[in-house]
């Protein structure tokens, strides 16, 4: 391997990456630039530029890439119906290939032979980034210190810091690993990992408890244009904001708390908590839609894909031919997914309470019991008939057999 003369880290300004960047310093004699990207961290990221630069970085790049997150990522994703196990909205797996797409282009601006990450070697975050690297960059070198360097604990690591004098901002220790973003919450470690345990009420971060939330439940109205959500409550908003709004009335009403037993890639088990209120919302308003607005083969068709896209996701392929190839399907199956989805938000549950579509597919004539039914019901005698021909010839030729 040549030299390695400078590198873009992926920096978050905690005491993880702080410390590398003094780290990959030393071992490398090389130069460090860092890369920050807002994607919603719910924190100011002000003090980010001082913070690097006083801890030895040659330059400080932050990104504001919010909107290219819900546009890019989320939307795609959204529209899929990609949830993973049937549960996990996917927040911080769809940040990763859009961070690593910000590290290799300042890589490549910065003339860097070499980007570099905190993920530690038992997690998701590890492949998602490296894999997208190597799709975007087949020769970009990748450092991984949590793999690889001396330090095998926080405390550890505080005394690295201290030794070299790395500014620090020492709180009082939260147990929890958290991460955010505009789509999500992803909380772990410490008491979580008791998984016949109620998690602390102090664990979660942005929603309410169901206990106090309000009392009276909330309406509201989702409007989709082409399985986009475009409008809150009758007035048009731009996707960021609307998750933005969509977060602050769910977490108010206890929606979005995800308790989850996960399959990492990797191929443990680990108990994640999530908390996604937008995301758990917009999700079930789209799916209420698509029943409206799909015919029945193409919705459970799309169900498999949901199943598929969301698999991609987590396993760190977005940039992968199949993933990209399934955009292609979802992208038609929503030509008619618009409409108005009316939810009632109360204490922790989200409910459909109406649905209106200029493109429904439900005719009140067809399914009414009423008189103004319009249904021929004795034509389903001769579709019966028909249906269960493959059935019948089976069991016909099957008895015969059985006899012989």
């Known amino acids: 391997m040549s030299k390695i003369k400078k590198i873009v880290l992926a920096y978050s300004g905690g005491l993880d990456t702080s410390v590398i960047l003094n780290w990959l310093k030393e071992k490398y004699g090389a130069e460090v630039v860092t890369y920050t990207a807002n994607l919603g961290q719910g924190k100011p990221l002000d003090s980010i530029e001082n913070k690097a630069k006083s801890t030895g970085a040659s330059k400080v790049y932050i990104e504001d890439l919010r909107k290219e997150f819900c546009l890019n990522y989320v939307l795609p994703a959204l529209k899929a119906g990609a949830v993973y196990e049937g549960k996990y909205p996917l927040a911080t797996a769809l940040a990763r290939p859009l961070i690593t797409k910000g590290l290799i282009e300042t890589a490549k601006k910065e003339k860097a032979e070499a980007i570099a990450h905190g993920c530690s070697g038992k997690g998701n975050d590890q492949v998602r980034f490296e894999v997208t690297a190597k799709a975007l960059n087949p020769e970009i070198t990748i450092l991984a210190p949590l793999r690889e360097w001396e330090l095998n604990s926080r405390e550890e690591e505080v005394r690295y810091a201290k030794e070299h004098n790395i500014p620090l901002e020492i709180k009082e220790e939260s147990p929890y690993s958290i991460d955010r973003n505009l789509w999500g919450v992803s909380i772990e470690c410490g008491p979580l990992e008791d998984i016949g345990q109620e998690p602390p009420p102090e664990s979660y971060q942005i929603t309410s408890s169901p206990q106090d939330a309000p009392k009276e439940p909330t309406y509201i109205n989702i409007t989709f244009r082409e399985g986009v959500p475009c409008r809150f409550n009758g007035k048009e908003y ?167």
């Open 238 to 404: 731009k996707l960021v904001s609307l998750i933005e709004k969509l977060n602050l009335v769910g977490g108010k009403n206890a929606v979005g708390r995800i308790d989850l037993i996960e399959n990492r890639l990797i191929g443990i088990k680990s108990r994640e908590i999530y908390e996604a209120p937008a995301a758990v919302i917009l999700h079930y308003a789209h799916r209420e839609l698509e029943r409206l607005t799909l015919d029945k083969d193409t919705f459970r068709f799309k169900e498999i894909v949901a199943q598929k896209y969301s698999e991609l996701v987590y396993d760190g392929l977005w940039h992968s031919p199949l993933r990209q190839a399934l955009d292609g399907f979802v992208n038609q199956t929503q030509r008619f997914v618009s409409g108005e989805v009316k939810l009632k938000l109360y204490k922790g549950n989200c409910t459909v309470v109406g649905r209106k579509s200029p493109y429904s597919l439900y005719e009140k004539k067809l399914a009414t019991y009423s008189e103004e039914d319009t249904f021929d019901q004795k034509a389903s005698q001769g579709f019966i008939h028909i249906w269960s021909l493959p059935l019948r010839t089976i069991s016909k030729t099957q008895r015969r057999e059985e006899k012989k």
